[in-house]
């Protein structure tokens, strides 16, 4: 599998949070090969079965990687000097937008067809005195796509989604830059995972699921774990790297040394000490990383889903998230895929009884 | 699409650093001049013949270097320390993607992650020595077999068209370049036209000082493309220019008076040919006239301007018809030029 | 209409103390539901069965409305308070409020120091005219809810509690003119809304619904200084496409404005940047929801004088018909 490939055209394709559904189309192509089934819910989660070698009813892990990416959200369409001059969207944020590097970035403006265009804003000259040192916020900026009021008022509404737009780079040492890495590295992941899954005998039903609304709180993993509701749930998403600036100790992970696999009160310490276990099966080296209270990840909205699932976490590391030019290593995707499908391989009819009793004993 | 548009935005030549743009400038126009030459600084300077009817001197320039990042420093984990060349906002900077060095490595703009960083960190504009150049490289070797300390960094930007409108890196002022180079593979004018492509404007004017000095003009028309600030806006302030009403006429700026009956014959040309203009808003700002006009004895000079948007960024809006208008100005003006227009008025 | 809008948003009903607005929905829809219900948070829901082939449809308009809660009654039968719901201090001085057995007070406030400046809330007051602890009839833990008689000004209508009666009025009414539906439409009069969509949820929990639409008052545009907002009164329903809380299905925001188009129906598209509604809560109920949300533009939220335009209420009514009488294929 190339996953270069693969997250070029996930990273690529529009879907912000909300208004996943050319993202959903993009992992529809990249999942079909894999699962016997595939289905979307109220939410827009779409959801892949797997089914496994064991007896029915066979245990069931379900694996979240959201797919949604922050994004902005037309709330004016405004003309100047008069209706007969230029268009000029207003905009507001659809998740955590890093607004102090939004100024000059590209854009795709989902109107009655895609409009390319700009995030520009005055110069700090003309900006009222209290945001001249400021970072430009959604009162100063505008999107520009350059067409005149009249034509974009036919073309665009209040209520359109705005994407940012950023082809793939490709770095030295396999690394790539780009938008929404955040998190459609973790969906690459899920797929290598299913792919190594074609070749090894797994007796768990595999529920793969790229889950919507996550930038906004988590909400499509949530409905999900409820409507699926599986034994065993394990998240995937992103950390930071180190990098320049960005040095925390407990808090930054180097690039290129593998997943992280997350433990704290959000994550099942059976589930954590089941995948590193899988991982020294396979000589994958490992960081753990502490999550003091919530994760901060889908793994807090798949915890408390129904009655309680067992929940794991598994991250990926990452420089400068939320920006567009989001920086990963390759290799961390797919030994995150590798690690992902011997845990997967691994489980048993047992591993569920061993679970909870090692709560109490042991 | 505009193929000589698209050619020269996409190429890269920050100030200091022209080869690149200045070489395909040659390329460009070297079929449709007599002679060309390279100076001590970089600028490209050719010479257009005349039919012999006048002997007027005239030079006409356009700025060929763009604003960019110099690599200062490279870090023990292989990321790239940079300076400025020119004036580009911080703000502009984060979260882009640059090409660095002769081989164009692709390099990516980045700091601390916004989740990492406080409130007030979050409500401040993160400053360029707070970012680094990230090219993949794991350690300082690594980058330093790669990158030389001093290689430029220029943004990466497809040229589009949108419309009316085209959307591209570095119109400022490879727009104003493009229209020079239709100059000169146009019909000969009835004077010798000089047509200089300067370096080192965006620090200080520097390239268009030493063609001024050199080619020693009766008159020099500048070419250039001016920052518009038509967006909405809460105060009731000037737009500088507009998108769509025309060339940028200058009047003043911040370096340089230009020349009062150039710039009154140039309104007259264009109104007489239906030619929509504006006038630029007198101020701040400037253009390689100010480096011009002082030349020996004193060079009258116009500045005419296309408007662009979001200059100094990896992004810039231009209009094509502004565009096409600044090339039927220029033209339609040097034409039009008579020596009476420039000699002294008497002042007995 | 303008008779049924004055008798709910003039009835007493801070969130969880919803009991009078429900009895007078309850008395008000009897005729025109197939079944009813009360459930365990208060919710009154209302079934009108379709034919069979179509969806579970719930449609919620809130009951509760914003108000006060005594926390302390002083020595000399003044009234201390907390909030029920986003109350905004601004709002309350020399303002009136209603107990449920239709007792009335005055609120002021402690001694400003600095008129600039809004006290907390815990430095008002409601004074009901008793004279001391033992003659006043207002305890601790008593409900109010904020008092006004409504005012009707040609189109605008301003009333306390419009934020939600007037979606009551839109579910009411667009029941009342429901003759045949393919839906099993389950009208869900809400309650705890201001305090965290808490009747929704529950009421959502257990319906399963296919799809879900709120009905609730947004935010406007279109007064002096105001945070930019592209929603104005008597321009016609606002169809959310976003708020501070959720994101609408983006299927069911396109069939609303197809309907709308379709049925000429004056409308508006909506993000509103703060707030919420019970579309959120039934979004993410159980397996998850289709969800949406019918707005009422309304100015002055929270504020005793939330303001309407009767045609938008009507253009709200006739939007929400023309989705329930066809199908709902997403």
């Avoid at chain 1, 998240?235 to 290129?256: M, N, R």
């Avoid at chain 3, 009835?11 to 607005?21: A, I, K, N, R, T």
Wanted: aromatic share 6%.
């Amino acid at each position: 599998m190339d996953v270069k490939q693969l997250l070029q055209t996930l990273t690529e394709t529009p879907g912000p949070s909300g208004q996943e559904s050319p993202i959903a189309q993009a992992v529809t192509t990249a999942w079909t090969p894999y699962v016997d089934l595939l289905m979307t819910d109220a939410l827009g989660n779409l959801i892949g079965l797997k089914k496994g070698d064991g007896e029915a009813p066979r245990p069931r892990i379900l694996l979240a990687a959201h797919m949604d990416e922050i994004a902005l959200l037309v709330t004016q369409v405004l003309a100047y000097p008069d209706e007969n001059g230029y268009g000029f969207l207003k905009v507001t944020k659809v998740g955590g937008v890093d607004t102090r590097q939004t100024l000059g970035q590209q854009v795709l403006v989902h109107g009655q067809r895609e409009l390319p265009g700009v995030i520009g804003c005055l110069p700090p000259h003309l900006l009222p005195e209290n945001r001249r040192s400021k970072p430009i916020g959604f009162e100063d900026m505008v999107v520009d796509v350059g067409l005149p009021y009249v034509e974009l008022k036919q073309l665009v509404g209040v209520g359109d989604f705005v994407s940012f737009r950023q082809p793939l780079r490709e770095l030295h040492n396999g690394r790539v830059a780009g938008k929404s890495l955040d998190n459609r590295a973790s969906v690459a992941a899920v797929t290598v995972c299913l792919d190594w899954l074609r070749g090894r005998k797994h007796s768990w039903d595999v529920i793969a699921v790229a889950t919507t609304q996550e930038e906004i709180g988590l909400r499509g993993a949530f409905v999900a774990a409820g409507g699926q509701q599986p034994d065993l749930a394990i998240a995937l998403d992103v950390t930071w790297a180190k990098g320049p600036l960005a040095q925390d100790g407990g808090l930054t992970f180097e690039l290129g040394e593998g997943p992280t696999l997350g433990y704290g009160p959000n994550i099942h310490p059976g589930i954590y000490k089941g995948l590193q276990e899988a991982a020294a099966a396979i000589e994958l080296k490992v960081t753990p990383e502490g999550q003091p209270t919530l994760s901060g990840t889908d793994a807090a909205a798949l915890q408390i889903a129904r009655a309680g699932i067992p929940t794991g976490l598994i991250c990926i590391p990452q420089r400068y998230m939320h920006t567009m030019v989001e920086t990963m290593a390759l290799n961390d995707i797919e030994r995150t895929g590798r690690l992902l499908a011997e845990f997967i391989a691994r489980l048993d009819g047992d591993f569920l009884n061993q679970l909870n009793k090692s709560l109490m004993d042991g | 699409m505009n193929s000589l548009l698209q050619q020269l935005t996409e190429a890269v030549g920050i100030s200091g650093e022209e080869k690149e743009i200045r070489r395909l400038i040659r390329d460009l126009i070297q079929e449709h001049v007599d002679e060309w030459r390279v100076d001590s600084l970089g600028n490209l300077i050719a010479l257009k013949k005349g039919t012999g009817e006048s002997d007027l001197q005239v030079m006409v320039d356009a700025h060929i270097d763009e604003v960019g990042l110099m690599v200062t420093d490279i870090d023990s984990d292989g990321t790239l320390r940079f300076a400025k060349v020119g004036g580009i906002d911080d703000r502009a900077l984060l979260g882009k993607v640059v090409q660095v060095g002769p081989n164009k490595i692709i390099g990516v703009i980045g700091g601390r992650p916004v989740h990492l960083s406080t409130a007030e960190e979050r409500d401040t504009v993160v400053k360029h020595r707070d970012m680094r150049i990230d090219i993949g490289a794991k350690k300082k070797d690594d980058a330093a077999a790669k990158i030389n300390v001093g290689d430029r960094a220029a943004f990466v930007t497809q040229y589009e068209e949108l419309g009316e409108t085209a959307l591209g890196k570095a119109f400022d002022n490879r727009a104003a370049c493009a229209v020079l180079i239709e100059l000169l593979r146009g019909d000969r004018y009835p004077f010798d036209l000089t047509a200089v492509f300067t370096v080192q404007e965006e620090v200080g004017l520097r390239g268009a000082r030493v063609a001024g000095y050199a080619v020693q003009p009766d008159i020099a028309l500048v070419l250039e493309c001016t920052p518009a600030y038509d967006l909405p806006k809460k105060e009731d302030v000037s737009s500088n220019v507009m998108l769509g009403h025309g060339p940028a006429v200058y009047v003043m700026d911040s370096r340089t008076i230009q020349h009062p009956r150039f710039v009154a014959h140039i309104m007259q040309v264009a109104a007489a040919h239906n030619i929509p203009y504006q006038i630029r808003q007198p101020g701040g700002g400037g253009t390689n006239a100010g480096a011009i006009q002082p030349a020996h004895g004193g060079v009258p000079v116009a500045s005419i301007a296309i408007p662009g948007r979001y200059p100094h960024t990896p992004n810039m809006i231009i209009n094509l018809t502004d565009y096409a208008n600044l090339l039927k100005l220029a033209d339609t003006v040097l034409r039009s030029l008579q020596r009476n227009l420039f000699e002294p008025e008497s002042i007995l | 209409m303008i008779d049924l809008i004055r008798k709910l948003v003039e009835l007493y009903g801070p969130s969880g103390f919803e009991d009078q607005v429900r009895a007078f929905i309850q008395a008000e829809i009897a005729p025109y539901a197939d079944e009813m219900r009360v459930d365990a948070l208060g919710n009154l829901i209302a079934l009108k069965k379709g034919d069979g082939t179509g969806k579970r449809v719930l449609v919620s308009a809130h009951t509760d409305e914003i108000g006060v809660m005594i926390t302390h009654v002083t020595e000399k039968g003044f009234l201390r308070f907390t909030n029920i719901g986003g109350v905004f201090a601004a709002n309350l001085l020399g303002g009136r409020v209603q107990f449920a057995d239709g007792r009335q007070g005055v609120i002021y406030g402690d001694k400003f120091e600095d008129r600039s400046k809004l006290h907390p809330l815990n430095k008002y007051y409601i004074d009901v005219g008793a004279t001391s602890k033992e003659d006043c009839p207002v305890r601790v833990g008593d409900a109010a809810g904020f008092y006004r008689p409504l005012l009707v000004m040609g189109d605008r209508l301003a009333a306390k509690s419009m934020d939600d009666r007037i979606g009551c009025v839109v579910g009411i009414e667009a029941l009342k003119r429901l003759t045949a539906s393919p839906h099993d439409v389950y009208f869900v009069f809400s309650v705890q809304e201001e305090v965290g969509l808490r009747g929704a949820a529950a009421a959502a929990n257990g319906l399963h619904p296919d799809v879900s639409i709120a009905l609730d008052v947004t935010g406007s545009g279109d007064t002096p200084e105001c945070h930019p907002m592209a929603i104005s009164l008597g321009q016609g329903t606002a169809i959310k496409v976003k708020d501070g809380g959720m994101i609408a299905h983006a299927g069911l925001v396109r069939l609303m404005r197809q309907r709308a188009e379709a049925a000429n129906i004056p409308h508006q598209m909506e993000v509103l940047e703060g707030g919420t509604t019970d579309a959120y809560a039934m979004q993410v109920a159980g397996p998850g929801s289709i969800s949406g949300c019918i707005s009422i533009p309304c100015r002055y939220i929270h504020s005793a004088s939330e303001m309407v335009d009767i045609n938008d209420v009507e253009a709200c009514i006739r939007l929400l018909g023309e989705i329930l009488t066809h199908p709902i294929d997403l």
